[in-house]
């Protein structure tokens, strides 16, 4: 299953200029599209809390860091 997320940053500019009390603003959006398998991102979003206790064993450290990844590049 794939879902399509969307994703809206705005990024706001505002200068004021004291002398005339004059105010800009500039207001510029950026959409983002991101296909990703709605199934992994649950699941590894989930692993992603849970080896994160046990981040001091070996194996569990290199799942962490995987899952941890996947989690960044799709949630931030």
Request: include cysteine.
């Amino acid at each position: 299953m794939i879902l399509l997320l969307l994703l809206t940053t705005t990024t706001t500019t505002t200068t004021t200029t004291t002398t005339t009390t004059t105010t800009t603003t500039t207001t510029s959006t950026t959409i983002y599209y991101y296909y990703y398998y709605y199934y992994y991102y649950y699941y590894y979003y989930y692993y992603y809390y849970y080896y994160y206790y046990y981040y001091n064993n070996q194996h569990y450290h290199y799942h962490y860091h995987c899952y941890y990844y996947y989690y960044c590049c799709y949630y931030y």
